[in-house]
């Protein structure tokens, strides 16, 4: 069975080049005798794999000095929780922007230690847009603001950041970190989940601002504490070891193709194919709001669910796989995130075409 295209957003798709590293050093790295995933998470072969990840990942994110990188279990789902038991303070304010499902998991979850004020959604449209968001609208007593930058089951992302004035910024950046250039100072904490667009499920990235960190509610578990993570290098406990070096693997493969700017560009290169084709089609049309619409995560349409379901059992046919939508919007959704090669969009783009021709 030769590769197909994997279009599925999360578990998703690895470059190639990363798998077949991975395979060649799988039952013994580099003379160690051991796979990586045998190996002491306090050896020294393993600090410098995991010494390396973190380097690599500064630098691709120009990440500042006053800012720590964990890599944590849980998921982002668990930093639903962590954020707001470590950033309340006695007032136990925060603001939120929800613009979609995984929005909503985080405001119910921060809403079991304090005051959540959901200050814009876009739920009414079934989050197909961002809302417009001001200054004015923040409250600058707030402990923190929650964005979820790209919303990967609408496809949606915010096309500007906030302003939020001196108010910590935190981002929920599960389907676009590492995808384009953000200027990580503007953020009091980033996280995502690595199975989108970083590498395999079991560990989460948490980019913090050092004094975020400390300021734990009473009740937060010693797990749940930045602190805990901060002060032993994210090895508190045994952390997802493999899953880091595979992750250690995408970002030098992100590294030797001229790094985050260069993803940016190839990025939207690969999505203006798709949405250009939708755009212009009378058979397909995207879901999403134009001006809001996701680089990641493209869901369309056609004029039927009959012909959605047929879409997906023909494309699956020549290797397109995963193009089926979330199950709670329907139809199909492309997720082309960094490892998805601007060939298998091409593919697509043309297995559209074809689609549309004989289904007139
Ligand atoms: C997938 C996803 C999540 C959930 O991630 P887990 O790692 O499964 O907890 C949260 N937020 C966004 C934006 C996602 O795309």
């Not at 930058?149 to 302003?163: H, Q, R, S, V």
């Not at 790094?259 to 190839?266: D, F, L, R, S, Y």
Request: aromatic share 10%; charged share 25%.
């Amino acid at each position: 069975m030769p590769r197909v295209y994997n279009f599925s957003a999360g578990p998703a798709t690895l470059p190639v080049e990363v798998l077949e590293k991975a395979q060649k050093d799988l039952v013994d790295y580099q003379g160690t005798g051991m796979s990586v995933m045998e190996m002491s998470h306090r050896s020294p072969e393993y600090k410098a794999i995991f010494d390396g990840a973190i380097d690599k990942l500064r630098s691709l994110m120009s990440v500042p000095e006053n800012y720590k990188i964990l890599f944590l279990h849980g998921g982002a789902s668990a930093q639903f929780g962590m954020v707001p038991l470590n950033l309340f303070s006695d007032i136990k304010k925060a603001d939120y922007i929800n613009t979609g499902a995984w929005s909503k998991k985080a405001i119910a979850e921060a809403k079991r230690y304090g005051d959540v004020n959901v200050l814009a959604s876009s739920e009414d449209k079934t989050f197909s847009y961002i809302p417009t968001i001001t200054k004015d609208m923040f409250d600058p007593e707030a402990d923190y603001v929650h964005i979820t930058t790209n919303n990967t089951i609408y496809g949606t992302t915010f096309p500007e950041l906030p302003d939020v004035g001196k108010v910590p910024l935190v981002a929920d950046m599960s389907s676009n970190i590492l995808a384009q250039v953000y200027d990580v100072s503007k953020f009091g904490i980033i996280y995502a989940g690595a199975q989108k667009n970083i590498g395999p499920a079991g560990v989460a990235i948490v980019i913090v601002r050092e004094d975020l960190v400390g300021n734990e509610l009473d009740i937060c578990p010693r797990m749940f504490n930045y602190k805990t993570h901060v002060d032993n290098g994210s090895m508190f406990n045994t952390p997802p070891t493999y899953a880091i070096y595979m992750a250690g693997l995408v970002f030098e493969w992100l590294t030797e193709r001229g790094g985050v700017a260069e993803m940016q560009k190839i990025n939207e290169e690969k999505a203006g194919w798709l949405y250009d084709y939708i755009d212009n089609s009378s058979l397909f049309s995207g879901t999403a709001d134009r001006v809001s619409r996701s680089k990641m995560n493209v869901p369309f349409v056609t004029t039927s669910e009959e012909l959605d379901a047929k879409f997906i059992k023909e494309s699956a046919l020549i290797g397109l796989k995963t193009l089926k939508g979330h199950r709670s919007v329907g139809g199909m959704r492309a997720s082309i995130y960094n490892a998805m090669p601007p060939e298998g969009v091409k593919t697509l783009v043309d297995f559209m075409k074809d689609f549309e021709l004989k289904n007139k």
